[in-house]
């Protein structure tokens, strides 16, 4: 089955720097769209950032120029550089994939952001 798990969240200071990973199992993971989103207490699930299997990344306008989002297809992992972080960026971060119209996510991961 699709498992989805992600690890390198934590706490830091503003301004500071995280690299999260998400590790894929139980799919062709190059071919399938990678996200990943964040939530934070009291709001909705956003979405952050999505690379395709080819490598097209987009963002949302709050983290570009902030955040990067990668993948190296051979150990079937993607990426969540986070630079320059800001304490609004404090959330449960979450990887997504599709597969045939199913939604799966990973158990997520804090990130806290001090000011």
């Known amino acids: 089955q699709v498992q989805l798990m992600e690890s390198g969240g934590g706490l830091v200071q503003a301004g500071g720097s995280l690299r999260l990973s998400c590790a894929a199992s139980?799919?062709?993971?190059?071919?399938?769209?990678m996200g990943w989103y964040r939530q934070a207490p009291g709001n909705q699930r956003e979405l952050v950032a999505t690379?395709?299997?080819?490598?097209?990344?987009n963002y949302i306008d709050s983290v570009k120029g902030r955040f990067t989002v990668s993948r190296d297809n051979a150990k079937n992992t993607v990426y969540l550089q986070m630079s320059s972080l800001k304490p609004e960026d404090t959330a449960v971060y979450y990887c997504?994939?599709?597969?045939?119209?199913?939604?799966?996510w990973g158990q997520g991961t804090q990130v806290t952001v001090s000011s």
């Open positions: 139980g799919i062709r993971f190059s071919i399938y769209r």
């Open positions: 690379i395709t299997g080819a490598g097209t990344t």
């Open positions: 997504n994939t599709d597969v045939w119209a199913r939604q799966y």
